[in-house]
């Protein structure tokens, strides 16, 4: 085999390895609100992963620039650990069209816990969890929109690993914070 023969099999290879792992494995998001201010700034990227909480693996496959695609079985991969209280995560908009983008949100509640509010307490059902923004003030969470299906979350958000501001300057202390 010669070495550019090598060459381009080694980069087919890391080509499919990123995309299986983007496929399955992680999430990229950009945060456009500032409904987790401080903890997360509008201009974040953060990633995401999609393996924490259970994922499917996709149904299709799609061959770029021969326009071909087909389906195949997808596999439910089982979740490593139940959501906890305090994650951060994010949940796809599906179910919210006033959205343009999907949720990132804390846990504040989980299946069986009691969320107390202003006016009344009541216990999160099963198979739920009940969402809030770091920054109450701003954000659309689960005091406005109710209870959000563990099936919605896409995963947990774990590490900011870039950082625009509004000017287009980097916050480089920023630059790969972990997400607690």
């Given at each position: 085999?010669?070495?550019?023969?090598?060459?381009?099999?080694?980069?087919?290879?890391?080509?499919?390895?990123?995309?299986?792992?983007?496929?399955?494995?992680?999430?990229?998001?950009?945060?456009?609100?500032?409904?987790?201010s401080e903890?997360?700034?509008?201009?974040?990227?953060?990633?995401?992963?999609?393996?924490?909480?259970?994922?499917?693996?996709?149904?299709?496959?799609?061959?770029?620039?021969?326009?071909?695609?087909?389906?195949?079985?997808?596999?439910?991969?089982?979740?490593?650990?139940?959501?906890?209280?305090?994650?951060?995560?994010?949940?796809?908009?599906?179910?919210?069209?006033?959205?343009?983008?999907?949720?990132?949100?804390?846990?504040?509640?989980?299946?069986?816990?009691?969320?107390?509010?202003?006016?009344?307490?009541?216990?999160?059902?099963?198979?739920?969890?009940?969402?809030?923004?770091?920054n109450l003030?701003?954000?659309?969470?689960?005091?406005?929109?109710?209870?959000?299906?563990?099936s919605e979350?896409?995963?947990?958000?774990?590490?900011?690993?870039?950082?625009?501001?509004?000017?287009?300057?980097?916050?480089?202390?920023?630059?790969?914070?972990?997400?607690?």
């Open positions: 085999m010669s070495k550019k023969n090598y060459k381009y099999q080694l980069f087919i290879a890391v080509l499919l390895i990123i995309l299986i792992c983007k496929t399955i494995i992680f999430e990229f998001y950009r945060v456009t609100s500032t409904s987790m903890t997360i700034l509008p201009g974040d990227f953060i990633l995401v992963n999609r393996l924490v909480f259970g994922t499917n693996t996709p149904n299709r496959i799609i061959i770029p620039f021969f326009n071909y695609e087909f389906s195949i079985p997808s596999i439910k991969i089982p979740p490593l650990r139940n959501i906890k209280e305090r994650d951060i995560v994010v949940i796809r908009n599906n179910k919210h069209p006033e959205c343009e983008n999907n949720l990132i949100k804390r846990v504040a509640a989980v299946e069986g816990q009691v969320v107390n509010s202003s006016l009344d307490s009541f216990v999160v059902p099963d198979d739920k969890i009940f969402v809030l923004g770091d003030a701003t954000s659309y969470d689960s005091r406005d929109f109710g209870f959000i299906d563990k979350v896409i995963g947990k958000a774990v590490i900011i690993y870039a950082s625009i501001d509004i000017d287009g300057k980097f916050r480089w202390k920023r630059f790969f914070k972990n997400l607690e």
